[in-house]
Nanobody, 121 residues
Framework: QVQLVESGGGSVQAGASLQLSCVAS????????MGWYRQAPGKERELVSL???????DYPDSVKGRFTISQDTAKNTLYLQMNSLKTEDTAVYYC???????????????WGPGTQVTVSS
């Protein structure tokens, strides 16, 4: 069972920066597809960034150029550096892992409990 715990959220002014961290319970970063999602009040959860298996990251246009995903496999930690924050970035941010279970020929999906990011004008 994989456990993910996010930290680093908070309340900041527009234009500020925050770095979110997601610590995984085991050495999964090399074998799982890791990503960050967010959910604003009254909206559906949306993808923020994926750390792809070949090291290339993917971002939606809404955060491209402002957010950077990275990982430290030695620390079992996924990061999200968020710069030039906007009020519309206010949401709960979740860490997510898609981990293949070869013995069962399936992919298991894991989520952290989330960390709140609030950006005020």
């Amino acid at each position: 069972q994989v456990q993910l715990v996010e930290s680093g959220g908070g309340s900041v002014q527009a234009g500020a920066s925050l770095q979110l961290s997601c610590v995984a319970s085991g050495s999964i970063l090399d074998s799982c597809l890791m990503g960050w999602y967010r959910q604003a009040p009254g909206k559906e959860r949306e993808l923020v960034s994926l750390f792809l298996s070949d090291g290339i990251a993917d971002y939606p246009d809404s955060v491209k150029g402002r957010f950077t995903i990275s990982q430290d496999t030695a620390k079992n930690t996924l990061y999200l550096q968020m710069n030039s924050l906007k009020t519309e970035d206010t949401a709960v941010y979740y860490c997510q892992a898609d981990c293949p279970d070869l013995s069962r020929d399936r992919v298991d999906n894991y989520w952290g409990p989330g960390t709140q990011v609030t950006v005020s004008s």
